[in-house]
């Protein structure tokens, strides 16, 4: 899977040598020898790409560099690299969304299955992502009136219930709600509630 590695270390010598063989194996490289450097330079999210960080750097540490990416939005996804596994520190990297937490020297073989899961699971996030704004498009394009009758039987109001609410007719919420289907492209109400759920608007149900 090709893809960036944007390798942030202050070991010269580690940049040198890892971005060759990196290269070798066809992926693009881009060295940082802080993480200040790799802010000042902060890479777009959108192309196919991860983060190989080490943890003690000196300067903003890596740990503190994922939190700050954390904190600007970025969706890169972390590989950290370190020459003393820490528990406390791998943990709390883990929790806060770290691909995963190698120790040098790290074999080749490990290094690329790390880079290799790390973006395989930027392409899902990527994919989901891509979805909901196709979704929030969608769902953008609805009169405040389909809003209103979407809003409602998406969380199980029959169509008289409906009616009631928004002071109406049964036939003139069948008519927003025969729109609302079309607008959102969906053929059933199943569909429309899942576009609901993935848009945080309603529970996901237990089925």
């Not at 498009?137 to 009616?163: W, Y």
Request: net charge neutral; hydrophobic share 40%.
């Amino acid at each position: 899977m090709p893809g960036l590695v944007h390798l942030v270390d202050d070991d010269a010598q580690f940049r040198v040598a890892t971005e060759r063989w990196l290269k070798r194996a066809g992926y693009e490289v881009v060295t940082y020898a802080s993480a200040q450097a790799f802010l000042d330079r902060l890479p777009d999210d959108d192309k196919p790409g991860c983060i190989l960080l080490d943890v003690l750097i000196p300067g903003l540490s890596g740990p503190e560099l994922q939190k700050r990416l954390i904190e600007l939005g970025s969706v890169l996804p972390i590989v950290f690299l370190t020459g003393n596994a820490d528990t406390r520190t791998t943990v709390q990297a883990i929790k806060a969304g770290a691909e995963d937490f190698l120790t040098k020297p790290v074999p080749a073989s490990q290094l690329i299955d790390a880079i290799e899961r790390a973006l395989a699971r930027q392409e899902v996030a990527s994919q989901r992502r891509s979805k909901l704004e196709t979704i929030r498009s969608l769902l953008s394009s609805l009169t405040p009136r389909e809003r209103q009758v979407f809003d409602r039987i998406v969380r199980g109001r029959i169509n008289k219930q409906v009616a009631h609410e928004i002071g109406t007719t049964e036939r003139t919420v069948k008519a927003h709600r025969q729109q609302v289907m079309e607008k959102m492209q969906v053929q059933s109400l199943a569909e429309l509630v899942s576009l609901a759920e993935r848009l945080g608007m309603v529970p996901f149900s237990d089925d």
